[in-house]
């Protein structure tokens, strides 16, 4: 199997060149944190270390995104997981992952628009249709 870090992708078609700083960095995640502002999104990426501990994420860097890189990033994310499962297949979230949205809006999130609580909660529904492990546990 190739090295994926030798493999350099194709550049996009847009005109605009990419270049690597010296300073460039690359790393694993397999933990994301989200904080959100009015102004950006911060993405804190870490890694599950179970020789700490067996619940233990060691958190390795974070990105900060504009609103509308990251609307662009989902819009790119999107694209690359429907062409990864059209060529593997559905990609399996464990049980517990995701956490349900509930019917009905907590108190503590008053000051969230209705209307946006609302598409969250069918944007969840909508995935659990399409990824039934990722609901909540069955007792």
């Not at 179970?50 to 233990?56: D, F, I, L, M």
């Not at 049980?95 to 909660?121: C, M, N």
Request: charged share 25%; hydrophobic share 40%.
């Amino acid at each position: 199997m190739a090295d994926d870090k030798t493999h350099t992708p194709e550049q996009p078609k847009t005109g605009i060149e990419y270049k690597e700083c010296e300073d460039f960095v690359e790393l694993y995640a397999n933990n994301v944190q989200f904080f959100s502002s009015n102004w950006d999104l911060e993405l804190h990426l870490g890694q599950l270390d179970q020789k700490q501990g067996p619940n233990v994420v060691v958190q390795k860097a974070s990105v900060t995104l504009s609103w509308a890189t990251a609307k662009i990033l989902w819009y790119f994310l999107s694209l690359n997981l429907i062409g990864h499962e059209g060529d593997f297949g559905r990609i399996i979230i464990p049980t517990g992952i995701v956490p349900e949205v509930p019917a009905h809006k907590p108190k503590e999130l008053a000051h969230v628009k209705d209307e946006a609580f609302q598409a969250a909660r069918k944007f969840y529904l909508d995935f659990v249709a399409r990824n039934p492990e990722a609901g909540p546990r069955q007792s």
